[in-house]
């Protein structure tokens, strides 16, 4: 225990005199401002698509549509919408004429569509089309009408219309869950990359600086084992980030969730980093060849962000990269969904994981690092 | 006489910078980030809708018609369905049940996705009715999403060359190249245009490589290239940041992480910053050099192409000057 002490102490030191621990609290700032008072709740870059009207036909589709859109989004004439619609990125124009019984609609979109999303948005307005026609004719009456328009009356029938006429029935398989704020929604990601990876980059910097020290070949004379080795490291490395993490989610998240289940995660997920981190250092002798490497995997690393913020792709490339799971397990816990069993299952996953890791450092600063000359 | 005392210098830093392989993993990995972003945001960018449908009891025309509005993932039975829709990733399920269709969610998902599936599914399995939406395709090439993204793989781009910079710095310092510079006819300007000179360089052809990647030949590279020379002033400041102050290699890894937020998160925040609150970010040089960028790939803004890109050269010579008040001290050149 007396050695594996003395060896934390060293690597706490070599952290020390190179400015590391001051950069833990710096970032933890910087991310908690970020977080509180940069990043908005709702943020407009996400929004709905920019929507522009142009409606030669009857006045029932310009009263039906000012109950979602407002008179910004209407235009005078089809030149005027094509040209909104030109300059105005992520943005739609609907151009109609007739009435309700013989429509014709007109879909202008500016060419970056796939497939698939222009079929979606057909099908919105075929959907909106076919129910408008369903509409009793006072309600019609009173679409047509110039004045007056009751807008609760309109979204009374939209209502009426999504109860009776739907094709099938809804089940949620876990109760409805409430929105998560854009800026806290951030966290989950921001922690994959700080955190998590976060061990990659100080595992590494200890062995580099123990290699421009000599201290490994000092070390190799000494009684203490390879396991102490890493060890030491492994503790020191868990031990911030435990520090970290927990100091970004008090001051943006506050009490709000489990903590024991943060603890757990961010353990084995930081672990797993440490783990890496120790096993390619190995492979280089200045920290500037290992750069652009660990670059690299922070960013295979990030890329299960592109799933986290648009669920509905999560190609299998992505989803077997570790920090997949990692990151909605983060959202998990974070924001709850009652997902029963998944800690679970993901801890004993990270655990093998991680055992995995272990066992090829162990044998790579055993055989490789330890046995180094120069 | 200066000019051949900064060539020489640019000479010498650009075969010191050969030397090892890293530099040619800084010019590739730009590149493997634009190769993989193309691949992967038009699939990001397509409606990707997963219906999880049960096989043994939904009927095959509904599932071939469902398979034109996004993926479809069959299963048999009820149960293997509902595990499905446990998974992390947004599906919809679909079940028939006593005769009539049930669409299953976990509860999870954002309500624009489940009104988007519900209006799908209405559709398909309620109305045979044909209504014809005619479609006009104004062919603008630019995409949303591509255009941000593009933005800050160029921010990257000139990052990468300056943390290049700051090593190589480092590098000077470490072996005490630059106490040698110090006793030369090579002063701190020079020594400070030299770096950026190199810079542009590797800037130049790592963007231009990672933009024809993402765009093809679609944008205008004269501007481009007027950007990069626009922004090298925040190369040079980040790089003698990290450079000037850390005396290893490994404290200017920690520097480098601690400034990179403000060099990559103004660019990014930007983005997503009401326009109203934006003011907060004008000291930044790095946000005019997001504007200038944004100016090329997106279309005029506010504040045009040519007044960002001054903006950003001026603002970020103010602050290299007052930085160079300390590094000068640390570089010890004339």
New interface residues.
Partial sequence: MKKLFSLVIQDIKILFRNLIFYLIPTLAVLIIVIINWVIPAENEIMSDVNVYIYNSGSNIWTNMLMAEFDEENFVDSYEELKTKVSETSQSMGIKIEGGIQNPSITLVHRGTESEEMLKLITTTFEYIVINLKKLPPDIISVLEGKENIDFNKIDEYQDFLVENFKGYKTENLRSKSERVPDNKAALPPILILEIVLLGLMFGAIMIFQEKQEGSIKAYRITPGSTLMYIASKYLVNISLSLVYGFLIMVFTMGFTFNYLHFLILTLLASSLGTLIGLSISVFFKEINEFLPIMMLLLFIGGVPAISYFSPSFSPFVISIIPTYQIIFGYREILFPTGKEGFLLNMSLILLVENIVLFVISYLLIKFKLMRERG | MMIKRMYYFIKKDIRNSFK???VL??V??PI??AI?LKL?I?????????FVIDETSVNKQIIDTLD???YIETYNGVDKV?KR???????TG?IK?NG??????????????TE?T??????????T?E?T????????????IF?YIAIIVVVLCILFTS?MGA?NIV?EKEHNTVKALGVTPLNLMEYIISRAIIMLVFSTIITFICVIIMFGFNINYLNMFLAIIFSLGIGVLFSFIVGGFAK????A???M??TG?LVS?IPI?A?????SWQWTLYIFPNYWMFNTIKNIF??PQEVGFLLSGIITLASSIIFIIILMKFVGKQLKLR
């Fill in positions: 090892d392989s890293a993993i800084y590739l990995f493997i980030i993989v992967i038009p699939g990001i960018e397509s409606a990707n809708i997963t034109e509005y996004g509902k829709i446990n998974d992390f990733d947004d599906v679909l049940e009539e269709y049930k669409v299953i969610y976990e509860g999870n998902e954002s309500e624009n996705y988007i519900g209006v799908v599914l209405n559709r398909v399995l309620l109305s009715e209504v939406i005619k479609l006009e395709n104004l062919n603008i090439t630019k995409s949303f255009e943390i090593f590098d290893s290699e490994i404290e890894l920690g520097l992480k601690m937020w998160g925040g983005i997503f910053i009401p326009a997106i279309g």
